[in-house]
T-cell receptor, first 113, second 117 residues
């Protein structure tokens, strides 16, 4: 299995609070992605990164920001959490998009009350 | 824009029966195609992928899928279902080289496979 971890694995927070999720990889892969998974929607791309300090928006980026200051870390921040952001968040990495293999982290279950 | 449609959010089969999970995509050029499986409370695991070459792709756990360009389909099959196959399955596409989407995966809505004894 690829070395990819997510922290925290579970978090409960209140509406309006900031939340940061961390994705950490030990594979030195160039590409990193944040997805959210919701019933009936599959996985939807929030943001992605194609290198250190190189990021771009996905299809559901509103209310989220990201940062990548090191190859191994990709942070997802909810500046002011809302109940609609209750979801399971997955990080993924890939060495050579788009034909390369993608590896997914174990997920973070976030509940916003 | 690319999109993926998985027909049937729930599929139920008997143990030993054929498994067929349907996936259709929309794309102006043939994309790369993937099937992932997710077991309860776990992350996604790659079953198989098609990039180029042979259109019949074999994956892990006895699954296979066939890329049919004329039908824009990439259906997943397994000849004989096992109880351990019960999971959620996702079809995904990624642009082939030459486009500008930098390897983003676009997922279908998912299909939950139930296997009855």
């Amino acid at each position: 299995d690829a070395g990819i971890t997510q922290s925290p694995r579970h978090k409960v927070t209140e509406t309006g609070t900031p939340v940061t999720l961390r994705c950490h990889q030990t594979e030195n892969h160039r590409y990193m992605y944040w997805y959210r998974q919701d019933p009936g929607h599959g996985l939807r791309l929030i943001h992605y990164s194609y290198g250190v300090k190189d990021t771009d928006k996905g299809e559901v980026s509103d209310g989220y920001s990201v940062s990548r200051s090191k190859t191994e870390d990709f942070l997802l921040t909810l500046e002011s959490a809302t109940s609609s952001q209750t979801s399971v968040y997955f990080c993924a990495i890939s060495e050579s998009a788009p034909s390369g293999r993608y590896f997914f982290g174990p997920g973070t279950r976030l509940t916003v009350l | 824009a690319q999109s993926v449609t998985q027909l049937g959010s729930h599929v139920s089969v008997s143990e030993g029966a054929l498994v067929l999970l349907r996936c259709n995509y929309s794309s102006s050029v043939p994309p790369y195609l993937f099937w992932y499986v997710q077991y309860p409370n776990q992350g996604l695991q790659l079953l198989l992928k098609y990039t180029t070459g042979a259109t019949l792709v074999k994956g892990i756990n006895g699954f296979e899928a066939e890329f049919k360009k004329s039908e824009t389909s990439f259906h997943l099959t397994k000849p004989s279902a096992h109880m351990s196959d019960a999971a959620e399955y996702f079809c995904a596409v990624s642009p082939s080289p030459g486009s500008s989407n930098t390897g983003k995966l676009i997922f279908g809505q998912g299909t939950t496979l139930q296997v009855k004894p």
